[in-house]
């Protein structure tokens, strides 16, 4: 998912702006009560998709900032107390450069960078000789580089998915003699292809490329018989902004 959202941050359209979650609680019965709030038009338009219960509402809305976790480290870098991010394998300067001036200018204040632990030496985690990167859970709000700024928020079957939305999930693609091919994440190094059945890959029709490739995604994280279960799902559609969520607040200002 990191990987999506850096790529999408570098070069907008090409990666990751649209995220699934399983309603919890899923609503109570198989079709929604009368008088139900219309939240989404599924894709055969009946009723069974077109509504779900009135009293239910999503836990995000639209204009949210949410900050990204992804896995990391503090420590030294040669330049002082750095940040490295492992979807990248690289370190960054932290911006807390306003301590207290010891003679030769602001110090580093370590006071704004909780939960930090600076006894890694970060040259050497990078290259794999020592060190263990701290995962994503524990990752705290100021050292996140990513924020999503919430464009859309709506209910719908799992099924419902078009091939555009599962574009947006951004899962891997490349493009093989100038043709498109897109990740099947059911095999160690699977892929979907569209123009021949004697190609390499696992052939689909063009207009479910997608579709077929977020498919196998979503069974390699919630399991084999999860896509047939087809359970309904929020979707978060969203903005993705290299920069912490703490800056992000005058972008998002200076767009409505």
């Not at 200018?105 to 990078?126: I, M, Q, V």
């Not at 999503?148 to 555009?164: C, K, Y």
Request: net charge negative; proline share 6%; aromatic share 10%.
């Amino acid at each position: 998912m990191v990987q999506a959202l850096l790529r999408e941050a570098r070069q907008p359209g090409t990666g990751k702006t649209q995220t699934r979650r399983i309603l919890k609680p899923e609503p109570a019965t198989s079709r929604p009560r009368e008088g139900s709030t219309l939240i989404h038009e599924g894709v055969d338009g009946s009723d069974f998709h077109r509504k779900v219960v009135a009293h239910f509402r999503p836990r995000f809305a639209v204009g949210d900032r949410l900050w990204v976790r992804e896995t990391w480290q503090t420590g030294s870098g040669g330049l002082g107390p750095q940040i490295a991010y492992r979807a990248t394998g690289d370190c960054h300067d932290i911006e807390a450069w306003d301590g207290e001036d010891e003679g030769a200018g602001p110090s580093f204040n370590y006071e704004r960078c909780p939960g930090a632990k600076w006894h890694t030496w970060l040259p050497d985690l990078l290259s794999g000789a020592e060190g263990i990167w701290r995962p994503s859970l524990f990752m705290p709000r100021w050292a996140s580089r990513l924020t999503l700024l919430l464009s859309e928020v709506r209910v719908e079957r799992l099924h419902d998915i078009s091939e555009a939305d599962a574009e947006a999930e951004g899962c891997e693609f490349e493009l093989w003699d100038q043709t498109l091919a897109v990740r099947d994440y059911s095999k160690p190094d699977g892929w979907f292809q569209a123009w021949s059945e004697d190609a390499g890959g696992t052939y689909v029709e063009a207009d479910r490329i997608w579709r077929a490739s977020f498919r196998s995604l979503w069974e390699s994280i919630n399991g084999p018989e999860s896509w047939q279960a087809n359970p309904w799902v929020v979707v978060v559609g969203f903005s993705v902004h290299a920069r912490n969520i703490d800056q992000l607040a005058p972008i998002a200002e200076a767009a409505e």
